[in-house]
């Protein structure tokens, strides 16, 4: 390693040595672990699950019955008892009507679905596949952050750290497309300080993972467009547009007013026939809520710490590439919470991990060039 934190060129690589192996494989396992050991078996894995047997011709009563024998069957009775409580979830319980009129909150999640669908076929049932698949790529996120680390030069002994603060042990315990999409993003981050063709297929790939990644797509081909890659960047952004239309389009999704409407106004159990607020107060209100909340969340200190840091590089006019995946990163945040002012942690947590890498990685490196 050079005094400015490069490497040479005949330098080992980091993931190579005994102990940056161990700090890349060890943090791995455990978020592997917990998730499968200690998955929190959240509300929305009936959805998923609802979703994956009505692909196997389970409708109606048949398909209420199906998929709460699934759960029940691999959670216990108190977690059960929970998943049937209050006026909204014991609605979608008993009425298969209200179950049915879930499933487009679900299905538009392509990727996660068909991975649900080949782990199932591998001999898991259901609620196990979506343990497996969100511990599996919370883990392979670990590596992908270590991947990251190492091309921003940020010391590996800081990927525990990283993974700790930033939840990724939390997104490896939910039944839901989030770790998958963490992982995805970080990989589109990688691809893109690699200046790798392969960012714009991951790009355009994103919306089909998670639909509010397309946020992500556009913000990353907004950076390379205007980098040159104008060709490139206009197809995958025309590609990832077709992507999220397909997404949400032939899986019936409801739109932006009733997610809205069913997330902070009325959580309806029949989303089809909800009717949205004309009061200008009930979309003010969420948006006030989160303001307030976003405070209390660990996330805040990163990107605040993150946005510091960005505007004394652009005063001081040291900004590099790294400052871009900052910018990337912080925007992704404020535009999800412009559209869905809902500072849920889960969403952010790439964003706050490739932050914290950068902020690590340039007091490492200014640490390196000081000596």
């Known amino acids: 390693m050079q005094a400015d934190g490069?490497?040479?060129?005949?330098?080992?690589?980091?993931l190579l040595s005994l102990f940056g192996?161990?700090?890349?494989?060890?943090?791995?396992?455990?978020?592997?672990?917990v998730g499968l050991k200690k998955p929190y078996n959240n509300w929305d894995e009936i959805g998923y699950v609802a979703v994956a047997l009505s692909t196997e011709g389970h409708h109606g009563a048949s398909l209420n019955e199906a998929t709460y024998a699934s759960v029940k069957n691999a959670v216990d009775a108190a977690t059960f008892a929970q998943l049937i409580q209050g006026d909204y979830r014991a609605t979608v319980f008993h009425d298969p009507t209200s179950l049915q009129q879930q499933l487009p909150f679900y299905s538009i999640r392509v990727l996660y679905m068909q991975s649900l669908k080949v782990v199932h076929a591998l001999g898991s049932d259901y609620p196990e596949a979506t343990h497996i698949v969100s511990a599996t790529f919370a883990a392979l996120s670990?590596?992908?952050?270590?991947?990251?680390?190492?091309?921003?030069?940020?010391?590996?002994?800081?990927?525990?750290?990283?993974?700790?603060?930033?939840?990724?042990?939390?997104?490896?315990?939910?039944?839901?497309?989030?770790?998958?999409?963490?992982?995805f993003s970080l990989w589109t981050l990688h691809a893109l300080i690699r200046n790798s063709s392969l960012v714009f297929i991951l790009a355009a790939l994103l919306p089909l993972v998670r639909t509010d990644a397309l946020l992500l797509s556009l913000l990353v081909l907004a950076h390379t467009f205007v980098n040159g890659s104008k060709a490139k960047s206009v197809?995958?952004?025309?590609?990832?547009?077709?992507?999220?239309?397909?997404a949400t389009l032939s899986n019936g999704s409801y739109g932006w007013l009733t997610l809205f409407n069913m997330s902070f106004i009325?959580?309806?159990?029949?989303?089809?026939?909800?009717?949205?607020?004309?009061?200008?107060?009930?979309?003010?209100?969420?948006y006030i809520s989160m303001a307030y909340s976003f405070t209390t969340q660990p996330h805040f200190v990163i990107?605040?710490?993150a946005l510091a840091w960005l505007l004394l590089k652009?005063?001081?006019?040291?900004?590099?590439?790294?400052?871009?995946?900052?910018?990337?990163?912080?925007?992704?945040?404020?535009?999800h919470m412009l559209f869905?002012?809902?500072?849920?942690?889960?969403?952010?947590?790439?964003?706050?991990?490739?932050?914290?890498?950068?902020?690590?990685?340039?007091?490492?490196?200014?640490d390196l060039r000081a000596r």
């Open 266 to 286: 009325n959580k309806s159990p029949y989303p089809a026939t909800l009717i949205p607020s004309r009061a200008l107060g009930d979309y003010l209100r969420p």
């Open 235 to 246: 197809a995958s952004a025309i590609a990832a547009g077709a992507l999220y239309l397909f």
């Open 142 to 183: 670990v590596f992908m952050l270590a991947a990251l680390s190492v091309r921003l030069r940020a010391p590996l002994w800081s990927i525990p750290f990283v993974v700790l603060a930033c939840g990724l042990l939390d997104i490896a315990r939910l039944s839901t497309p989030d770790a998958m999409a963490c992982f």
């Open 314 to 335: 652009k005063a001081h006019g040291t900004a590099n590439e790294t400052a871009q995946i900052i910018t990337i990163c912080l925007s992704f945040v404020a535009l």
């Open 21 to 33: 192996l161990a700090l890349t494989v060890l943090p791995a396992l455990s978020v592997l672990a």
């Open 6 to 14: 490069y490497p040479k060129p005949g330098d080992q690589h980091p």
């Open 340 to 366: 869905f002012p809902a500072d849920t942690y889960r969403f952010f947590v790439f964003a706050a991990a490739a932050s914290l890498t950068v902020l690590i990685a340039d007091a490492y490196v200014t």
């Open 303 to 305: 990107f605040g710490l």
